[in-house]
């Protein structure tokens, strides 16, 4: 098995985003995801209209930046590009060229990337997980899922895309561990201002802390 560099497999698939220690947030009981920004009109589409999109399927390891790769997972769901060619291009102005799309979680978290990347056919918003519907330690209802970005991309407990036609402004830009714009794993894209390589051993020694605290994160996942 081939990782992308400086990652390493391991058992099962930790709840391991920046949240650590705080619980999931409710799933709402009618969840929407809000489509806003550079449109002519926000509007909602409901997670289970967004479900009758057409489907796909995708096998994919799923790589943090702080080292840690979780290998062979199935998600299920529809493909951003589904949804943005059939709900948000109808809504943009002739003039309207969208460069950058943000992805917004029912806990405030976001993250930002460009439109070329979340268009590649392996973005999906995705509704199920190994053959169940997601769970709330990785993002029920929706999330985002990007493999080939770095596991910080993919916004969990999705609720609202905004869409942009500049990079939207940027509150840790001059933090040491900015996301990098593009993230990409196997260009080892983890960081806007540092060498992928040379946080390696510091995350290294981070990950078991880090998944300790985690707290629902240390279950195996049944196979
Ligand atoms: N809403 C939300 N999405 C998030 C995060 C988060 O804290 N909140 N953390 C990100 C990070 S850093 C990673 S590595 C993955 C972790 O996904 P998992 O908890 O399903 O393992 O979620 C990403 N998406
Ligand atoms: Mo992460």
Known sequence: MTLPPGQRAVDGFPRFG?????????VPAAPVIELGGAVTEAVTVSVGDLAKLPR????????????????GLLWEGVAFETLYRTRVEPLLAAD????????????????VVLLEDALADDVLVADRLDGRPID??????????SPSQYGFVSTKHLCRIAF?????????R????AAHHRARVWQEERHRHLPGRAVRPL???????????SARGSRKRPR
Do not use: N
């Not at 330690?137 to 899922?145: N, Q, S, T």
């Not at 036609?165 to 509150?171: A, F, N, Q």
């Not at 995350?203 to 605290?213: E, H, N, S």
């Open 56 to 71: 796909r399927q995708l096998g994919a390891d799923f790589h943090c930046v702080a080292g840690w790769s979780a290998t």
């Open 174 to 177: 001059w933090s040491p561990i």
């Open 164 to 172: 942009h036609t500049s990079p939207p402004p940027d509150p840790d």
């Open 18 to 26: 920046t949240h650590l220690h705080r619980p999931p947030p409710p």
């Open 203 to 213: 995350y290294r020694t981070l990950i078991g802390p880090i998944r300790a605290l």
């Open 136 to 145: 709330s330690d990785h993002g029920a209802p929706v999330r985002l899922v």
């Open 96 to 111: 309207t060229v969208i460069s950058h799309v943000s992805f917004e979680g029912l806990d405030g978290y976001r993250s």
